[in-house]
């Protein structure tokens, strides 16, 4: 929602390139310095324990864990 407002106009936001790259792409976001800052901090996937019984809770489970493992092979 944060980016949404920013791309409305009503303020600035602070993003990951990930998830900002393709609206500064097209020009919908600006950044307005020539700074990046690295972070440490992390996404996590929490769940119930028994939950991963479920199969669409495992299968979006291990959906998002491929996808976060092809992303660190590419950096």
């Excluded at 700074?35 to 996404?43: E, G, I, R, T």
Aim: charged fraction near 25%; proline fraction near 7%.
């Amino acid at each position: 929602m944060a980016y949404q407002a920013a791309i409305d106009g009503l303020g600035v936001a602070l993003g990951r390139d990930p998830l900002v790259a393709p609206d500064l792409k097209a020009g919908r976001l600006v950044a307005p310095f020539d700074f990046k800052m690295p972070s440490d901090l992390a996404y996590y996937v929490v769940y119930p324990a028994e939950a991963i019984r479920r199969r669409k809770i495992k299968a979006f489970r291990d959906w998002l864990m491929t996808l976060a493992e092809l992303k660190t092979a590419a950096a």
